[in-house]
């Protein structure tokens, strides 16, 4: 089952901060965060391991709370090549990833 | 730095028609995916393979498409006989590991569009 990402979309200037939730009803094993860029494959940003493990490549923060089976995605003083749309992936107990809608994040100059 | 590639970037072809969309994973990677995109939707799995199988797949991979691995470097998605609705972007994606806790690396895509 697919997870349930908010906000369908978010504008910001260049420097605000916003935050995309992702969240599931199925018990998670892991989180990912992925980045597609308009007409462009998605690139992995972070895994959120239960437990509190993290991985990732960028400076963009994120959490887990396995309890509530949601994870929240932060940019932080956003810049202009943080635009695109990101996707929040769970693992269950699969080696399925489920995407979910994804958010379009719109940063302005 | 290594990369997963596809091949075609665009293959149009008539409703009806075989379509063989081509991936060369990173070549130390053991487990390779094919997802789907529609245009203006969410990234939506297909299948996932590994050691020669297919491991786990969705509801959408049905008897209309198959994969194979038919050489050291080359993993395909074939689908026998293309409906409108297939028209989507076409993602391979390669991991090291199996594991959840191991991200998939994206191609560049291959876009279908069936007339």
Same mark, same amino acid.
């Given at each position: 089952?697919?997870?349930?990402? +908010?906000?369908?979309?978010?504008?910001?200037?260049? @420097? !605000?901060?916003? $935050?995309?939730?992702?969240?599931?009803? /199925?018990?998670?094993? +892991?989180?990912?965060?992925?980045?597609?860029?308009? @007409? !462009?494959?998605? $690139?992995?940003?972070?895994?959120?391991? /239960?437990?509190?493990?993290?991985?990732?490549?960028?400076?963009?923060?994120?959490?887990?709370?396995?309890?509530?089976?949601?994870?929240?995605?932060?940019?932080?003083?956003?810049?202009?090549?943080?635009?695109?749309?990101?996707?929040?992936?769970?693992?269950?107990?699969?080696?399925?990833?489920?995407?979910?809608?994804?958010?379009?994040?719109?940063?302005?100059? | 730095?290594?990369?997963?590639?596809?091949?075609?970037?665009?293959?149009?072809?008539?409703?009806?028609?075989?379509?063989?969309?081509?991936?060369?994973?990173?070549?130390?990677?053991?487990?390779?995916?094919?997802?789907?995109?529609?245009?203006?939707?969410?990234?939506?799995?297909?299948?996932?393979?590994?050691?020669?199988?297919?491991?786990?797949?969705?509801?959408?991979?049905?008897?209309?498409?198959?994969?194979?691995?038919?050489?050291?470097?080359?993993?395909?998605?074939?689908?026998?006989?293309?409906?409108?609705?297939?028209?989507?972007?076409?993602?391979?994606?390669?991991?090291?590991?199996?594991?959840?806790?191991?991200?998939?690396?994206?191609?560049?895509?291959?876009?279908?569009?069936?007339?």
């Amino acid at each position: 089952q697919q997870p349930v990402q +908010s906000p369908q979309a978010v504008i910001l200037r260049e @420097g !605000e901060d916003a $935050v995309i939730n992702c969240s599931s009803s /199925k018990a998670l094993y +892991s989180v990912h965060w992925y980045r597609q860029k308009h @007409g !462009e494959a998605p $690139v992995f940003l972070m895994i959120l391991l /239960k437990g509190g493990e993290q991985k990732g490549h960028e400076k963009i923060s994120a959490s887990f709370n396995e309890k509530k089976q949601q994870s929240s995605l932060y940019l932080t003083a956003s810049q202009l090549s943080y635009s695109g749309t990101y996707f929040c992936g769970s693992r269950g107990d699969d080696y399925k990833l489920s995407f979910g809608a994804g958010t379009t994040v719109t940063v302005r100059a | 730095e290594p990369e997963v590639t596809q091949t075609p970037s665009h293959q149009v072809t008539q409703m009806g028609q075989e379509v063989i969309l081509r991936c060369v994973p990173i070549s130390n990677h053991l487990y390779f995916y094919w997802y789907r995109q529609i245009l203006g939707q969410k990234v939506e799995f297909l299948v996932s393979f590994y050691n020669n199988e297919i491991s786990e797949k969705s509801e959408i991979f049905d008897d209309q498409f198959s994969v194979e691995r038919p050489d050291g470097s080359n993993f395909t998605l074939k689908i026998r006989s293309t409906k409108l609705e297939d028209s989507a972007m076409y993602f391979c994606a390669s991991s090291e590991e199996g594991g959840r806790d191991y991200e998939q690396y994206f191609g560049p895509g291959t876009r279908l569009t069936v007339t």
